[in-house]
């Protein structure tokens, strides 16, 4: 196979792995991409221009190199910067028409090279093993279509926002373990990182108040610990939240975390990893195309994608079906 392929890095993913070991790991993409190019990131969304420059300037593949805020950078690269002039912001709620953005390229590929803290966009889609073998898979014909989905929200600057996301967004305690796992050391690994995360967010986290519209027919009002949209399976560092999760479904996997009490979280959290937080009582799932996301009260509710965490409460998440190609 030879697409030609642009290569976008993050310097500083996997706390700077990628940046130490550059000189290899081009040498190795060399070897496997007779047309290739690549350039680093310089800061937060640049990989997503890098991205759209490189599709308009007749690229077929782009490789993201690093963790998945650099796979969520440079999948909203595929598609020009979306407008939002078309969306409301009415009565709590955020509406809009049906997503059906064209892709810059007429027939995207994404390729992955995982050096990141959590690495749970790797696991949906099955890509395993090292640096070297994610690479050598770039010039395989073996390809898996991927959804992604579409979150307009409110941005930090009080502005209707979208973005698009390849794996997974949410809103509730994600949000605040986002905020807290960004500004802390990453050193210690994905999975114990997220964790002690998680447990700083979670010690003075309070269940929001809100209301969930599932394509524009089941609504269900409640308290809520996480509402989760998931095109993807993984999310936090290994956490298996929506074990029903395909990425070329057609639907986002909709996982709503009920009003847990302190010791109902405790135990969610063990059960998480395995799947089978989904048996709880308190843990619903829906498949959906369309979801519309509100909060109650006067604190914001801050919201997730891919691990980011760019803004809050009312959002409106949305399927984009099989856009894009992941060569793995």
């Avoid at 077929?60 to 440079?74: L, Q, R």
């Avoid at 309070?206 to 609504?219: L, W």
Wanted: net charge negative.
């Amino acid at each position: 196979m030879d697409l030609r392929t642009f290569v976008i890095a993050n310097p500083n993913a996997g706390n700077g792995k990628v940046k130490d070991e550059w000189e290899q790991i081009e040498r190795l993409l060399r070897t496997q991409l007779p047309t290739m190019d690549w350039a680093f990131s310089e800061g937060p969304n640049h990989a997503t221009l890098l991205c759209r420059e490189a599709f308009r300037d007749g690229w077929d593949m782009v490789v993201a190199v690093g963790g998945d805020g650099t796979v969520n950078e440079v999948v909203n690269g595929f598609y020009e910067k979306p407008s939002t002039e078309d969306y409301t912001f009415k009565e709590g709620w955020i509406d809009g028409p049906k997503a059906k953005e064209t892709t810059i390229h007429k027939d995207p590929v994404l390729g992955i090279i995982p050096i990141g803290t959590g690495g749970d966009f790797r696991r949906s889609v099955g890509i395993m093993g090292t640096i070297s073998d994610t690479i050598s898979r770039l010039s395989s014909e073996s390809f898996k279509p991927c959804d992604l989905g579409k979150m307009t929200f409110i941005a930090h600057n009080g502005k209707i926002t979208s973005r698009y996301f390849a794996n997974i967004a949410s809103a509730g305690l994600a949000g605040d373990v986002d905020k807290v796992a960004n500004s802390m050391w990453k050193g210690l690994g994905g999975k114990a990182s997220f964790a002690l995360a998680s447990l700083f967010a979670w010690a003075n986290w309070k269940n929001f108040e809100g209301e969930v519209i599932i394509d524009d027919v089941n609504q269900i009002d409640g308290s809520f610990q996480n509402v989760v949209i998931a095109n993807g399976s993984y999310f936090g560092g290994g956490m298996w939240i929506a074990p029903g999760a395909e990425l070329d479904s057609g639907f986002l996997e909709t996982v709503l975390i009920g009003d847990l009490t302190r010791f109902e979280a405790i135990a969610l959290m063990k059960k998480v990893y395995d799947g089978t937080h989904v048996d709880l009582e308190k843990v619903k799932n829906y498949r959906a195309k369309k979801i519309a996301v509100k909060g109650g009260g006067v604190h914001p509710i801050l919201i997730d994608i891919d691990g980011e965490q760019p803004g809050r409460l009312p959002a409106l998440y949305q399927v984009l079906e099989s856009p894009i190609r992941i060569v793995y």
